[in-house]
Structure formats: structure tokens, C-alpha cells
């Protein structure tokens, strides 16, 4: 009898040693995969960014060239708008301005 118990207790050790190591495993297979998410993450946030700062960059230079003399005028003629070359002003009696 003592052979049996000898015998359960080494096999139940070793069960226990198996479990525990088992748990291990699956629980540096979760971090590692936990890990593999927050980098993958990381680098997608990374990416994002360097994709808004050539936005950025490319819509000042846009910003820059629309505000350019020649551009305005070249918008105020697509726009319908039509270039004058002489101005005239409205003359108004001095009797139609309000008195003081």
C-alpha cells in the first residue's frame, strides 16, 4: 500500500507540475498576443500620424498658393466676376446728405 500511495502522490505531483506549466504557457500565449496587438496598434497610430503631417504640409503650401495675387485674380474671373478698367463714383448734391 505504500507503493500505491508513493505511486499517486508522484503522479499527482506530476499532474500538478503539468497544469502548472500548461497555465503558463496559455498565459504567455495571451501576453504575447496582447503584445503583438498594442505594437501592431502602435505602428498603425504611427503611420496615421505621418499620413496627417504630409496633409498638413501639403494643404499649407495649398493655403500659400491660393493666397497668392495672381491666383485671386484668376479666381475672381472663374467666379463670373469681370474685370473694370475705369471707375466711376456716384456725385450726390450736397442737399440730399443728412444735416447735422
Not at 500620424?49 to 475672381?76: M, P
Amino acid at each position: 500500500m505504500s507503493r500505491k500511495k508513493s505511486k499517486s502522490k508522484n503522479v499527482t505531483k506530476i499532474l500538478f507540475i503539468v497544469v502548472i506549466a500548461f497555465s503558463c504557457l496559455c498565459l504567455y500565449i495571451f501576453q504575447m498576443a496582447e503584445f503583438i496587438q498594442l505594437d501592431y496598434n502602435i505602428s498603425q497610430t504611427k503611420e496615421k500620424i505621418s499620413n496627417l503631417k504630409k496633409e498638413n504640409s501639403d494643404l499649407r503650401v495649398a493655403v500659400s498658393q491660393s493666397q497668392n495675387l495672381v491666383n485671386f485674380e484668376e479666381k475672381i474671373l472663374q467666379n463670373g466676376y469681370n474685370k473694370i478698367d475705369t471707375i466711376d463714383y456716384l456725385v450726390l448734391p450736397n442737399d440730399v446728405l443728412a444735416a447735422k
